[in-house]
């Protein structure tokens, strides 16, 4: 009897996003219904985070139109929501991306986002990885309107194993909140307001326990990186395998980031949405032994190579309908292909060679003057 | 002469002692509700005066009161919010200091109606004298057994305490209050749910305003429907107006939203008119916070009605030609002012205020400083004006609370009706540091906009 009762659960709820309509159970929000959806229908998240309670509604980008409320009560909401943090009702009507007013909203928030980010992708080790870099590929302009000095931070250790880089921070407070809830004694948080805070710690003091490592995992920029892992290589150029050990701390289940059989890194393991992934409706959440300590082959049990999801760049040939940018440089070059780097930067004037006028390829011999005499 | 409720007895010397203020007739209310009425009859006697909260918003206070979840065996709590941080806003201050009492009989009157056993004030850091006074007028009235346990023998206990703010403006937002009342760092939250649900330590919370909660005072003496009678329309009972700027005379004042704009700010009765004889420029009649507006279309409406102080009136043509009622800080502009400056001493105000919680506020109003800076500074561009448009259209309803509206609003209104200004003073960078625009065409009095104008924007 008792479970007859169980299995009738609360009527699901018929939320429509960009015209797909899906059933959920009350209590949902509208960022989690889209991800049953998923696709592009799926707003983007930086500050949510499932699996962090109290996580979300900071960052904006998530922002839908609800066009209409409910079945009950049909009235459109008059500004933007958090999808995030805003709940579905039966009958709700969301529009993502069939909404201009939506995509005005998030192109203003990526560039609000970008205007005091550095931008310096080519040495940030998240580059790959990034959220914000997936992004602004997807909303943001090509040229910023800002004219202003960007703002900075001091670089600061907190750890022996993670180095905070404020500057790239977006401020999403997750980390925060990994401190907050899966570890003890808390001592990180946010200082001073408005443009001028910051995640820190209480004068600077370390960050020591056993699970401070997933930090990083969380971080959605490269704020907080890896030190064990910095500069040593690219992301795209590491493969990723699945691997575990018994571990009496964590769950032991991990991703290996490998060049040859050389591991640089281990990171907990992600899902399609760039969350840890949960085992038994619990997150993975890695120990600090497992992520810093056990960088050798031999100490973990390979399961295989790691199915990769859309947010990470060694995925990019895999993308379905992906929209290559236009090849304009041939034009540039006046409908020939270009010969050689030189023939952009234009160094050919110092040697006074015109490069456009070569028949074939540049060569050594083409810069070198003709022996006297001959 | 308008009708004075709140600030009538203000005068009388010693009324912030208790035993003025009862001589004075002070606790007939607390008298009346909790002998007489009971706790739903005194919500209902709010919600018939139709009084509006004072702090900016206007909501109907009696219905926010009847919003207030009463889920059994959990405590409920009354916040008042004495947080009055924004510039051109002092009336809230000028009650506590002279007559704390009236906020304290107001309080126990509103717990009661509320069903709350424990009071908070929250009070604004900078504010450290008046908690000294607070703290007085609250021990008298617990000594005379106005407070505390079984008061008059009804056998309703209240407890009041006063907590002082650390100095930031955002703790005025009412969750951002909660929060920093809770000790944790005043970030406001994301609603729902609201505080009316869940809110101080997660249990259902009423937030009001100072000047709300003295409010009820004359409500619960006089009756709802006599309060009803006073004001125009919805604006109902008396307000206070902290008038500042080029007037002659500068102070709180107690209107009965009965008078015209033009009244106020030129009658001998209140402001004095414009000081050094000079000229209406301009005038943010709500607070920092509201859009501004021209002497022009703050003395008639887009209409051509006279513009009175009541909360419609003020609104009177959305944000196209109108403003707020807001919080009551009344500040004017005379010819001698630049707006260019004024917008970014505003803008400056809010990036500095901004809690960092959400990127379009943090970002976006440190950004519309510099552009602002950058044209005060004569190193203006011409697209800086479109830019900054469009800067406040994106933060504006995209934040979690309204700071982000209040720092995109003076910077919109601004741009819409000095539009010519800005212009100046990118065109003429040097002339701009030397001298003002001055009242040039646009101010009193001129033609209202042209109805294709006003279809183009909001």
Known sequence: MADEVKKEAPANFKVTIDNITVEVAPGTSILTAARQIGGDVTPPAMCFYSKLKGSGGKCRTCLVEVAAGSTADPRPMPKLVASCRTNVMDGMIVKNITSERVQEARAGVVEFLLINHPLDCPICDQAGECHLQDLSYEHGKEGTRYEFKRRTFEKEDIGPYIQLHMTRCILCYRCTYVADQITDNRVHGILDRGDHAEISTYISKAIDNDFSGNMIDVCPVGALTDKTFRFKNRVWFTKPVDAHRDCDKCCGKVTLWQRGDDVLRVTSRKDEWGEVQSYDSKPGWICNTCRFDKKHAKDWVIEGPTTINRHSVISQGHYLGLQKPKETIAEVMGGREPKLLMDIHGISDVNKVELSELPGPATSKTFTPAPKGE | ?458
Not at chain 2, 88 to 105: N, V, W
Not at chain 2, 262 to 282: M, Q, V
Not at chain 2, 363 to 370: L, Q, S
Not at chain 2, 415 to 441: C, K, P, S, V
Request: hydrophobic residues 35%; charged residues 25%; contains cysteine.
């Open chain 2, 1 to 458: 002469m308008g009708r004075k409720l709140l600030l009538d007895k203000a005068h009388i010397e010693n009324i912030r002692l208790y035993d003025v203020y009862r001589r004075e007739g002070g606790y007939r209310s607390v008298e009346k509700a909790l002998k007489t009425m009971s706790p739903d009859a005194v919500t209902e006697e709010v919600k018939k005066s139709g009084l509006r909260g004072r702090g900016g918003a206007g909501f109907p206070t009696g219905m926010k009161w009847s919003f207030l979840a009463k889920p059994e065996g959990v405590p409920r709590y009354l916040v008042v919010n004495a947080d009055e941080s924004e510039p051109g806003t002092f009336k809230d201050r000028y009650l506590m200091e002279f007559i704390p009492h009236l906020l304290i009989e107001g309080m126990i009157a509103s717990s009661y109606a509320l069903g709350a056993n424990r009071s908070y004030i929250y009070i604004r850091g900078e504010y450290a004298w008046i908690v000294d006074i607070l703290e007085q007028a609250i021990q008298e009235a617990k000594n005379n057994g106005w407070l505390g346990k079984n008061i008059l023998g009804t056998g309703y206990d209240l407890e009041i305490y006063v907590q002082r703010g650390a100095g930031a403006y955002i703790c005025g937002e009412e969750t951002a209050l909660l929060e920093s009342l809770e000790g944790k760092r005043g970030n406001p939250r994301i609603k729902p749910p609201f505080p009316a649900v869940k809110g101080l330590w997660d249990c259902p919370t009423v937030v009001n305003n100072v000047e709300t909660i003295a409010a009820v005072v004359p409500i619960i003496n006089e009756g709802g429907d006599e309060y009803a009678k006073i004001g125009i329309g919805k604006s109902t009972g008396t307000k206070l107006i902290s008038a500042c700027g080029n007037i002659k005379k500068q102070g709180v004042y107690e209107i009965d939203m009965t008078i015209s704009v033009e009244e106020f700010i030129y009658s001998d009765e209140y402001c004095g008119g414009i000081a050094n004889g000079r000229k209406l420029k301009a005038c943010i009649p709500g607070g920092s916070s509201v859009p501004i507006l021209p002497a022009n279309l703050l003395l008639t409406t887009a209409k051509g009605e006279k513009r009175m102080m009541t909360y419609e009136s003020l609104a009177e043509g959305g944000f196209a030609t109108g403003s707020m009622m807001g919080s009551g800080g009344f500040i004017v502009l005379d010819d001698s002012q630049c707006v260019v400056k004024h917008t970014y001493t505003l803008a400056r105000f809010y990036r500095h205020e901004s809690c960092g919680q959400c990127s379009p506020c943090r970002e976006g109003t440190g950004w519309m400083e510099k552009i602002l800076l950058n044209i005060e500074n004569g190193k203006g561009k011409m697209s800086d004006i479109d830019l900054l448009w469009d800067i406040q259209r994106k933060i504006e309803g995209n934040t979690i609370c309204p700071l982000g509206d209040a720092a995109a609003w003076p910077v919109a209104a601004a741009i819409r009706h000095f539009r010519d200004e800005f212009e100046w003073h990118i065109t003429n960078a040097d002339d701009a540091q030397r001298r003002n625009y001055g009242l040039m065409h646009y101010a009193d009095p001129l033609p209202p906009p042209s109805k294709g104008e006003l279809a183009g924007v909001k």
